[in-house]
């Protein structure tokens, strides 16, 4: 069943009963912008799929829109969430940002690690009737269980609410497995009733990948594929019958340098596990921005049409911790659209890059991890930025912008 939860502005929207998406609809051509507005109208109340696959995806327009969809955005001055020295420490700097809702309560899902010690862990800002800010309950997850390989960072959350028999289902990235390099990130998920205590589904993975003959940063996959050398950015979804993840494989088979691609895969256990996937998205050839590939997927469904938010990178990122994390953090956000959720184009009104690094003051270095979401009426999504400092290391903060349709 697919996961729903009511808009932040319903209220507002059963008293007025106005049309949906007011930004996204202007401007469109009469097929696009019905297939748009036939998400949400005047119902009451007005529900929305916080996990962005709507349910049971209808193409309504039968694959004939007269003129794709392209997107532009608008970001916020300033960021949202600062990089900070306030208390606790594991919170100081910010990254990996995910939006979801519960009826009434807003939730931004977040990895936060000192800025002395680098270690990432992952909490959430919760706020009651309003965006979450930086003064809303702020809750660490500390997993039970028995899994050792997840014993290094934990990144990349991404939250289904009200998915089976769980109030939350998280999906996250971590290292740290025995007899793995400690760049080797892949995708675990764990259980809550109440967001405070956690248990992991098992000791192993959901999303594993193969042994390696050794930890050395030069150790290799003893058996090979395009994502054996590390699985992370998880987004999972109800598409249709199916329950799917895309996610950020690794390939370094060409050396130390290693590329980045999107996957998708269906799991046959409703998302407890998930096997390897398939390429879905790669970096465009002849596009700079591209040139190390994409990562951090984020997609909303609507009526047949998938939007894919992702992060950039313009550069290889290396087989090492450190430098494969900042190999992540310095990107742009990409964007593109599909009708099958397996063939994707540029959605980007001008150009490739829908959020450029040095946009705001607070992504000088990169803007990545990009979380899409509907706000009332308007498509918006949550991103991080970063700054290098040289010396104390880049500084990460969350970010967010207005998402907007043109021709």
């Not at 005047?42 to 929305?48: L, M, S, W």
């Not at 660490?140 to 997840?150: F, M």
């Not at 289902?169 to 025995?178: D, E, I, S, V």
Request: aromatic letters at 8%; a neutral charge.
């Amino acid at each position: 069943m697919s996961q729903r939860s009511t808009s932040p502005s319903s209220a507002s929207a059963r008293s007025r009963c106005r049309p949906a998406f007011p930004r996204l609809l202007a401007g469109l051509s009469l097929p696009i912008a019905a297939s748009l507005a036939a998400l949400a109208g005047c119902a009451d109340p007005v529900v929305i799929d916080s996990n962005s696959d709507s349910g049971t995806v209808v193409k309504t327009d039968g694959g004939m829109d007269a003129q794709p969809i392209k997107y532009s955005a608008r970001t916020t001055a300033t960021a949202d969430f600062q990089s900070d020295a306030s208390m606790p420490l594991w919170r100081q700097w910010k990254r990996d940002p995910h939006f979801v809702t519960d009826q009434n309560d807003q939730y931004l899902f977040f990895a936060g690690s000192p800025y002395v010690t680098e270690g990432w862990t992952v909490g959430y800002y919760k706020q009651t009737g309003a965006a979450p800010n930086s003064t809303s309950t702020l809750q660490q997850i500390l997993l039970s269980g028995a899994a050792t390989w997840d014993t290094g960072d934990m990144t990349a959350p991404m939250v289904r609410v009200n998915v089976g028999s769980s109030k939350f289902t998280l999906y996250y990235a971590a290292n740290g497995a025995p007899g793995k390099p400690t760049y080797v990130n892949q995708i675990g998920v764990a259980t809550s009733q109440d967001g405070r205590v956690w248990s992991n589904h098992t000791a192993a993975p959901a999303l594993s990948v193969p042994a390696f003959d050794g930890v050395m940063d030069t150790s290799s996959p003893t058996t090979m594929r395009p994502d054996a050398f590390g699985v992370t950015d998880p987004w999972v979804m109800t598409d249709g019958s199916e329950t799917v993840m895309y996610y950020a494989g690794l390939d370094c088979s060409a050396g130390t340098s290693c590329v980045s691609a999107i996957f998708r895969t269906v799991s046959a256990d409703g998302g407890q596990t998930f096997p390897a996937g398939s390429v879905v998205l790669a970096g465009r050839q002849g596009i700079a921005e591209e040139a190390g590939g994409v990562a951090g997927p984020s997609i909303y469904v609507a009526n047949g049409l998938y939007t894919m938010a992702y992060t950039a990178l313009p550069t290889p990122v290396q087989r090492n911790r450190v430098l494969l994390r900042r190999g992540l953090t310095s990107g742009t956000i990409g964007i593109a659209t599909s009708k099958d959720g397996k063939t994707w184009t540029n959605a980007v009104a001008s150009g490739n890059v829908l959020i450029g690094k040095g946009t705001t003051s607070y992504s000088l270095q990169g803007a990545v991890s990009p979380s899409l979401y509907l706000s009332g009426q308007s498509l918006r999504l949550y991103f991080g930025g970063t700054i290098d400092q040289t010396n104390p290391g880049i500084f990460y903060s969350l970010g967010s912008a207005d998402v907007m349709v043109q021709q």
